[in-house]
């Protein structure tokens, strides 16, 4: 039973931890926050299996967590309200054109980090070429370029 | 359907289907065995487990004798209340006790084997309680 407890304990956990702190945006990832991550997982990884180091206790413990992921999954997919809770939802940044500096400075993105997405994903070199720039739940900034204005257009002349 | 296979799993381990859990204690033996065993049905290998004894009759001092059958599987990692002698016989460990106001006595083991370890508890004047676990790796 008590590996079962942990497990969720400490799903729980991170689900708490990692929705309060926000999204970490995938394109400022530094190396500080990659040890972070060890650390973290280094130390959760004790909590979970505190004294016993049996093959049993690894194996609940991983079928526990994997199960709980999946109702997680199940309930976000059933019921949109939840899916905002347990998951978080997308945030426009830029929309038809139009910055919202608040919600970059609240997500703690730049411009550079928007430009540089839309440089590789969408071939655009300004910030007019750009109509939408979305955060998205996983932490990664999805351009939508202006109708014309991605790199297989040409505008390499601006 | 795997996912409710998957789901099965913890069900279980909360059962106590792979060790500690709501069903998985088990007590064996009675008054004229001179007291009770209490421990788990399944056990992990290198994970804690119990084995409770209460004395039936608690006199001044007790002998609890445990078959080397079952203890060479464990290592024992403490015994409570400390026992003021330990004899070990050739088929057998005997602990003896003051006696404790509870008339109580726990042995806190880690099985160093897997599979089914089995052998028998006897308290001074008493006759031998059974005792079984299954060890999982």
């Known amino acids: 039973m008590e590996p079962v407890l942990r497990a969720i304990g400490c799903y729980l956990l991170l689900l708490f931890v990692i929705r309060l702190s926000g999204k970490l945006g995938l394109a400022h990832v530094t190396i500080f926050d990659l040890v972070l991550l060890l650390l973290i997982s280094q ?27 999946r109702a997680n999954d199940t309930v976000a997919h059933r019921w949109a309200d939840m899916s905002h809770v347990l998951e978080d939802a997308p945030l426009v940044l830029i929309e038809n054109g139009v910055v919202h500096e608040d919600r970059m400075a609240r997500m ?16 655009v070199e300004r910030l007019d070429q750009i109509k939408h720039a979305i955060l998205e739940r996983s932490g990664a900034i999805s351009i939508i370029a202006k109708d014309g204005e991605d790199g297989g257009e040409g505008s390499a002349g601006g | 359907m795997a996912w409710w296979l998957l789901a099965l799993i913890p069900v279980a381990a909360i059962a106590g289907l792979f060790g500690d859990g709501l ?10 065995a001179g007291g009770t065993v209490t421990y788990e049905r399944f056990g992990r290998l290198t994970a804690d487990t119990k084995l409770e004894l209460e004395f039936a009759r608690p006199s001044r001092t007790t002998d609890v004798a445990i078959s ?5 599987r464990y290592d024992t990692s403490e015994v409570r209340p400390e026992p003021v002698r330990v004899r070990t016989l050739s088929d057998a460990v005997v602990f003896t006790f003051a006696a404790a106001p509870a008339g109580r006595a726990t042995f806190f083991l880690q099985p160093d084997a897997v599979g089914s370890s089995g052998g028998t508890v006897t308290v001074t004047g008493g006759t031998p309680v059974r005792v079984k676990q299954l060890v999982y790796p």
Request: proline share 0%; no cysteine.
């Open chain 1, 43 to 69: 130390t959760v990884g004790q909590a979970l299996i505190g004294n016993d180091s049996s093959l049993t206790t690894a194996a609940i413990i991983t079928i526990t967590l994997i199960v709980i992921n």
């Open chain 1, 108 to 123: 703690k993105v730049r411009l550079d980090d928007i430009l540089e997405n839309g440089r590789l994903d969408e071939g």
């Open chain 2, 68 to 72: 080397r059958a079952f203890l060479d």
């Open chain 2, 23 to 32: 069903f998985s204690e088990v007590t064996a033996g009675s008054e004229r």
